[in-house]
């Protein structure tokens, strides 16, 4: 019988110090694929130019490499086949799939600000999720011109249920019309948008495995839109609980006190892999524990 090599990843954004939430699924996620004798790949999100730095990347980087999480591709200096593993320097290899996404005939211009998206939201909506309403899609498909001046790149998505299996949560079902809408592919300022950049990688780097937090459920949906568009094989998804702090509210880069920066200064890798270990329902008590220690505890489970 023929397997698959494991290929799994983590893509931190170098945006600020990572938190003990990051921390957490990068753990998971190496655990995941290191368990099955697998690849795993730091992949560094920098699509946002405004918020992302060097020196954080270099930090994450270093955080890694205190908890002894060691990655097989990537990272900044860029070892492996599948690079460049930083997003600013893969922008030839998202047109390229913006075009072929093009050519289907889906994809048209959009120039309504987030602003006048928030303000087509009913009432009710107050989960966080913005559902674009479609008023710039054209009336009829193939769309006449998919790109104008000044105006992200949209594509359609059909009344349609995209079912998946994640690892965590089960059997999902989305229905890509009323939960996520026509979405994003290229901003209007020319970045590159989250879910077209995020397939394009997976895909060619090899990646079959996904762990990250359950934040990102709705967006397997739409990355699996994609994946099929452009004739990729998505990866298997595992969606992980967010890490909340003690009012309940998840973990962000403003948390201080959950830093590496703070966490390092009070405790050691083992201490720390310990807290993750017990958060993660591995161990009973969060007691220190090498790597080495939670491979062997996640092999036996």
Same mark, same amino acid.
């Given at each position: 019988m023929n397997t698959v090599t494991p290929v799994g990843r983590f893509a931190p954004s170098p945006s600020g110090r990572m938190h003990f939430g990051n921390i957490y699924t990068a753990v998971?996620?190496?655990?995941? &694929? !290191?368990?099955?004798?697998?690849?795993?790949?730091?992949?560094? #999100?920098?699509?946002?130019?405004?918020?992302?730095?060097l020196e954080y990347a270099r930090q994450i980087e270093d955080d890694l490499r205190w908890l002894g999480l060691e990655w097989d591709e990537g990272g900044l200096d860029g070892r492996g086949g599948h690079g460049p593993y930083l997003q600013s320097l893969r922008s030839g290899i998202y047109?390229?799939?913006?075009? !072929?996404?093009?050519?289907?005939?889906?994809? *048209? %211009?959009?120039?309504?600000?987030?602003?006048?998206?928030? @303000?087509?939201? @009913?009432?009710? #909506?107050?989960?966080?999720?913005?559902? *674009?309403k479609g008023v710039c899609r054209p009336?009829?498909? %193939?769309?006449?011109? %998919?790109?104008?001046?000044?105006?992200? &790149?949209?594509?359609?998505v059909p009344d349609i249920d995209?079912?998946?299996?994640?690892?965590? !949560?089960?059997?999902?079902?989305?229905?890509?019309?009323?939960?996520?809408?026509?979405?994003?592919?290229?901003?209007?300022?020319?970045?590159?948008?989250?879910?077209?950049?995020? &397939?394009?990688?997976?895909?060619?780097?090899?990646?079959? #495995?996904? &762990?990250?937090?359950?934040?990102?459920?709705?967006? @397997?949906?739409q990355q699996i839109y994609l994946f099929n568009l452009l004739g990729f094989t998505p990866p298997e998804f595992a969606h992980v609980p967010l890490i909340c702090n003690s009012e309940g509210v998840r973990l962000s880069k403003r948390d201080k006190s959950f830093s590496m920066e703070y966490l390092r200064s009070l405790h050691s890798p083992e201490e720390i892999l310990g807290m993750v270990a017990h958060s993660a329902n591995i161990i009973d008590t969060p007691q220190p524990i090498s790597l080495a220690e939670l491979l062997s505890e996640i092999e036996h489970l």
């Open positions: 998971l996620s190496w655990l995941s &694929v !290191k368990s099955a004798g697998g690849t795993w790949i730091l992949r560094i #999100e920098d699509l946002d130019p405004q918020r992302s730095k047109e390229e799939c913006l075009s !072929k996404l093009q050519s289907t005939g889906l994809c *048209y %211009p959009c120039v309504c600000t987030r602003a006048d998206i928030l @303000a087509t939201q @009913a009432p009710h #909506e107050s989960d966080g999720r913005v559902v *674009y009336q009829r498909f %193939p769309a006449a011109s %998919p790109e104008a001046d000044g105006a992200s &790149v949209r594509i359609a995209i079912l998946f299996a994640d690892r965590v !949560k089960g059997l999902q079902s989305v229905n890509l019309a009323r939960h996520c809408g026509d979405f994003v592919l290229r901003r209007a300022d020319g970045a590159w948008a989250y879910q077209l950049a995020v &397939v394009a990688d997976d895909a060619l780097m090899g990646v079959t #495995e996904v &762990v990250r937090g359950d934040d990102l459920l709705l967006s @397997a949906a």
